[in-house]
Every structure is written in C-alpha cells, then in structure tokens.
C-alpha cells in the first residue's frame, strides 16, 4: 500500500477543490510510485471537498470505496490497481488564477452537433484541465441547468492515459444528458476515441 499526500490549491474564486487538480495530482503521485503508463482507466468523483486529500494505491477490489472523497481504478504492467481518495487534515493553504477563457478562446464550438474543437493546444494548463475547460464551455452552450448550479467535472473513463502530447484537434462532442444533473460526452483525436468525461450539476460553491 501506497499513502502519500496530494498537493492542494484552490482555483480562481472556488472554494473546493477542482476535480482536475485531484486527478492531476493522482497522476503525480502514481508515477512517483512507478505506475507511469495508465491504462483502462475509470476516475470517478464522489464528492465535493475543501479539505485536505490524500492518496491511498492499493490493489483493486470489487467493493464500494467507504470514506472516498474519489477513486481512480486503473491497470498498469498487466495489475488491476486503484487509487482512493481520502480527506486527511487541514485544509490547502493555497489559492492560484484560473483563467480558463486561455483555453475557450482557442476552441470552436458547434452548436448544432453539440461539439467543441480545440484549434490550438497551449501552454500552462494539464492535459485533464484542457478537456475540462473545453466540456465546460460547451455545456454552458448548449445546454440549461438547474437554478443555482454549476456544472462540475464528475468522471473521466479513458483507454491510457497519458493522452498524446498535443492535443491540437481534441474534440469533445455530447453524447448523452440524463436529467438535467449528468452528461456523458465523448473526447477524439482524429479518428482515435480517447475517453468519455462525464460532467454533473452541482449547486454553486
């Protein structure tokens, strides 16, 4: 077993911690441990926090994940593993810019196929803030929600990840609204399916 803490920050004016940040620093954590290559991968939120988190890698079981803030289940070196998020003490000190209309103003949006392309990749954001951003925008677009919510990023199920180190052409193009609280939406590249991203709304923080 693996326990190790994540390094939080607060981002823009949120008061909980972005699901982005939660994977990235997964990610971090797992490659210190030497699980470089992901794959098979199903990163699912469970609950909003503002505390904080850290990391417990452990190999996977089919039973529910008591006390998990989040879980990543994933396979490396042919292992099923998994990664549970849990809340550990304090809160994160920290707080950074988010300026995510960086990431918006080089994407197009189609408002009739429900897609978003990103045109350009930059520099300065992860690979999970960028299609975050992206799923964001889009819904914000195309879709209504619920008086007082927000959406928020709730899953990605991916084939590997790392995804490809340039991601100019990504494409993210809703599939699927169940209710007006949970979207699924499907992430290319070219011809290549790289994941799903699912995204919830959530009451505004």
Request: charge should be neutral.
């Amino acid at each position: 077993m693996n326990d190790r803490k994540l390094k939080l920050v607060f981002k823009g004016a949120r008061n909980y911690v972005h699901g982005t940040t939660m994977f990235d620093e997964t990610v971090r954590l797992l490659a210190e441990a030497g699980y470089n290559q992901l794959a098979d991968i199903k990163f699912v939120i469970h609950e909003m926090t503002s505390v904080n988190l850290r990391l417990v890698v452990e190999e996977y079981h089919d039973i529910a994940a008591a006390n998990s803030v989040a879980i990543m289940r994933f396979t490396a070196g042919g292992q099923a593993m998994q990664a549970r998020i849990v809340s550990d003490d304090g809160a994160p000190a920290a707080r950074v810019p988010y300026d995510e209309a960086r990431i918006e103003s080089c994407c197009q949006i189609d408002t009739t196929t429900r897609d978003i392309r990103l045109s350009r990749d930059i520099s300065g954001f992860s690979q999970i803030e960028v299609l975050v951003s992206m799923n964001k925008a889009l819904h914000l677009a195309v879709l209504e929600k619920p008086a007082q919510t927000s959406w928020v990023f709730c899953r990605w199920d991916g084939f590997a990840w790392p995804l490809p180190a340039d991601l100019s052409g990504v494409t993210i193009r809703l599939k699927q609204t169940l209710g007006t609280r949970l979207t699924r939406a499907d992430v290319a590249l070219g011809q290549e399916t790289l994941g799903q991203i699912y995204f919830s709304a959530k009451a505004a923080s």
